[in-house]
């Protein structure tokens, strides 16, 4: 399994940005996926999942309103559409998925929201 994130930046308040999850090493479209993400000095937090066909989303109130999670599966492909970004939006994010009772995590793509 390989999970490889990617569209993370330096953004100002309020700005945006979309964070690609490019998966490999299991089968994508049968296989819900999520993203999650570490901030400085804080345990990793869930932040948003997507089911197998991405017909049911879900996300956390931190970000519920602001934050679209999707996905391509013809290109193995999960997003992360960021709105509105707040300062404690700072943090590396991760995509990651549960295959055959393990859980794999990407590198991160890191975050940072600055003015």
């Known amino acids: 399994v390989q999970l490889v994130e990617s569209g993370g930046g330096l953004v100002q308040p309020g700005g945006s940005l979309r964070l690609s999850c490019a998966a490999s090493?299991?089968?994508?479209?049968?296989?819900?996926m999520s993203w999650g993400r570490r901030a400085p000095g804080k345990e990793r937090e869930w932040v948003a999942a997507i089911t197998s066909a991405g017909d049911s989303t879900n996300y956390a109130d931190s970000v519920k309103g602001r934050f679209t999670i999707s996905r391509d599966n013809a290109k193995n492909t999960v997003y992360l559409q960021m709105n509105s970004l707040k300062p404690e939006d700072t943090a590396v994010y991760y995509c990651?998925?549960?295959?055959?009772?393990?859980?794999?995590w990407g590198q991160g793509t890191q975050v940072t929201v600055s003015s």
């Open positions: 990651w998925v549960v295959w055959a009772g393990n859980v794999y």
């Open positions: 090493g299991f089968t994508f479209s049968r296989t819900a």
